[in-house]
């Protein structure tokens, strides 16, 4: 809790007791004197049980009591007089519904989110706003196309995690006034049209073709650079000529073919590579 927290603590609590006035505190005498003559049955109105994850915010004649938020554990008030607000302080989440937003390089996407907040000032979540949880979902929508509508699609598509973290920043700021903490915000879906969904795969698989190509030329360029090197080898050696040409003759005669093969002579061969023995 920050300093300005504090503050504003102290300014709801600060005149509670003394704001009533004297036909406040004759209310609370009354109040109390039905209590004490109604007990024991008054017990079971007047005591509440607070759990571990809520705090009750009590307000005595309007004005909040002093101390702040009750619980967890047990507390009482006085019948009449005393109005209970409950607050859950656990983490919770929603969804933001699909929003169609115009981005920046005048694509239109179907955008969906979710949001996960907290109640940390159980005080100002009741006195500062009306509907906490609503409000956080109406920000919330409206921070996405906000936020959204200054990136490109690629910038969308690629870079949501930024994205997110901006706009859990910019709903953390504004909600801070209403006691509220923004935790996290994802961005879950991002839906392209149907003729643009075509028209990036399309793209996309003419880039792939035209690297396979590239791949492709590579691979033969290499295969001639390797040919014409193991040419002139066998050029400058006839004995590696020899040992190729048997090699040649072995790996024919293991398949299991018709094929007769007649070898040439080996000199004969020499004769065309113009080496002698």
Known sequence: MNVREKREIT?????????????????????FLIFLMTFPLSSFLCFEIVMEYQ??????????????PKGPGIYFILPCI???????????S?????????????VTVLVDGVVYYR???????????????SATRLLAQTTLRNVLGTKSLSQILSDREEIAHSMQITLDEATDDWGIKVERVE?????????????MAAEAEATRE???KVIAAEGERNSSLALKEAALVITESPAALQLRYLQTLTTIAAEKNSTIVFPLPLDMLQSFTGTKR
Do not use: Y
């Open 119 to 133: 109640v940390q000032n159980a005080i100002l979540s009741v006195t500062k706003v009306a509907f906490a949880d």
């Open 82 to 92: 005393d109005e209970v607000v409950t607050v859950d302080m656990r983490t919770v």
């Open 11 to 31: 300014g709801l609590n600060g005149n509670s007791s003394s704001d009533l006035g004297v036909c406040g505190w004759i209310l609370v005498c009354l109040s």
């Open 210 to 212: 035209a690297r396979a």
């Open 187 to 199: 961005i879950k879906d991002v839906k392209l049209p149907i003729q643009l969904q075509r028209a």
């Open 55 to 68: 705090r009750a915010v009590i307000f005595r004649l309007g004005h909040i009591r002093k101390g702040g």
């Open 94 to 106: 929603f969804d933001i519904p699909p929003q169609e937003i115009l981005t920046k390089d005048s």
